[in-house]
């Protein structure tokens, strides 16, 4: 008897201490949010399930850039790798020739008129929107006439301007000509890249220089006037992420998880000083790998003002419709859509593009809401919606 209680006394010990063992696995390791330890290291997973193969997603990933930053952060932080992806990037420094190339990425991140361009002429579909681009700048000289008189319309005839064309920065400058009744033949651009254009312009070329991201805050810094930007003007100069039908056909999960991480990786970063930090510190390495004179100060202005919309409004924007504020579609349509169309009217003004144009986007539902709807129910799931 004796021998027998000793035995069943052990088993009970045995027993008590294994499912203390797994209460405690459990309670230290995993919370609601999704966050466990491993390695000794807290990972992210957002609630997500990962996915069941290896999957690769290539990113067109737009050098400097605050919309492009959440790609990055989430890839150094490793919540892609949590979810079974491999994270590979395809870089570039405006959206013209981002979409010339779109037969290699899966997914990007470009402004208003890259989208449009690629939707035109590459087959991209716009699946989310990503930034309301505050930061788009037009610069003068301190010591030249147009900074003493901006608003003067005499004082911009006949002026050299350096910009990228077919892009946002284009449309900025040419509303801003408008206000004052000139048009585009009444100044001589000067067409190159941000990064061209601002070692130009410090060189003597040219009197205004217009750039975006973090060339705008360093044309500010180098003691550059400020004319106005899309901030200013309060214009709807909406960015968007974009997807190419390969992708959405054949890598329909990757794509549908780096949607999701991307606007979970941007509401992570504002939730706390800390987190934040690690967001500023990893955008200022993104731009040192890609050759961007961006410091800390810098990009931590950037991200300042990064409009960047949550998980739940990115997700409404592709789900919710609403007349077409110009009156033109003969349906509803999404509040993306009309976001674009701000300036797809403005290029359709212009005659860049024509009516025939948007209604191809409207037929053929090129601001597509496949990737948010089927996100949606993802999110829901893990507890993110």
């Not at 410091?295 to 991200?303: F, P, Q």
């Not at 509040?335 to 009516?355: H, K, P, Q, R, V």
Request: net charge negative; proline share 3%; hydrophobic share 40%.
């Amino acid at each position: 008897m004796r021998k027998s209680l000793v035995l069943f006394l052990t088993v009970i010990i045995m027993v008590a201490s294994l499912s203390g063992c797994m209460g405690d696995s459990k309670d230290e390791n995993v919370s609601a949010g999704g966050n466990f330890e491993k390695e000794g290291v807290v990972v992210n997973t957002f609630g997500l399930e990962p996915l069941a193969e290896r999957t690769t997603v290539t990113v067109g990933f737009f050098s400097g850039s605050t919309h492009s930053s959440p790609f990055y952060i989430a890839d150094k932080m490793g919540f892609f790798d949590e979810l079974n992806i491999d994270l590979e990037y395809e870089t570039f420094i405006n959206g013209p020739a981002m979409m010339e190339a779109s037969s290699n990425w899966d997914i990007c991140d470009v402004g208003g008129p890259g989208i449009l361009n690629g939707m035109k002429n590459y087959d991209v579909r716009m699946v989310g929107v990503c930034d309301y681009e505050y930061n788009l700048g037009v610069f003068a000289r301190p010591d030249s006439e147009i900074a003493k008189d901006p608003k003067n319309p005499e004082v911009w005839k006949g002026k050299k301007v350096i910009l990228p064309t077919g892009t946002v920065l284009q449309v900025i400058m040419l509303r801003y000509l408008e206000s004052m009744g000139l048009g585009q033949d009444d100044i001589k651009i000067i067409s190159m890249d941000v990064t061209s254009g601002l070692t130009a312009f410090k060189a003597g070329e040219g009197d205004i220089y217009c750039g975006w991201n973090a060339f705008a805050f360093i044309a500010e810094d180098e003691g550059y006037i400020r004319i106005t930007d899309g901030g200013q003007m309060g214009l709807q100069n909406v960015s968007g992420l974009g997807a190419t039908i390969d992708a959405m056909n054949n890598n329909k999960e990757g794509l549908e998880a780096a949607w999701m991480l991307y606007y979970l990786t941007w509401q992570w970063a504002q939730e706390s000083d800390e987190n934040m930090d690690k967001a500023i510190k990893l955008f200022v390495e993104s731009c040192e790998d890609e050759g961007v004179l961006a410091d800390e100060n810098i990009c931590r202005r950037e991200l300042d003002i990064f409009a960047c919309p949550s998980p739940i409004e990115a997700v409404k924007l592709f789900t919710t419709e609403e007349n077409d504020v110009m009156n033109k579609a003969e349906r509803k349509v999404l509040i993306a859509e009309n976001n674009l169309f701000e300036i797809l009217d403005f290029f359709i003004s212009t005659g860049s593009y024509t009516e025939e144009d948007r209604n191809y986007i409207l037929d053929n539902n090129l601001v597509d809401p496949s990737i948010a709807k089927s996100a949606k129910l993802k999110l829901e799931a893990a507890g993110q919606f």
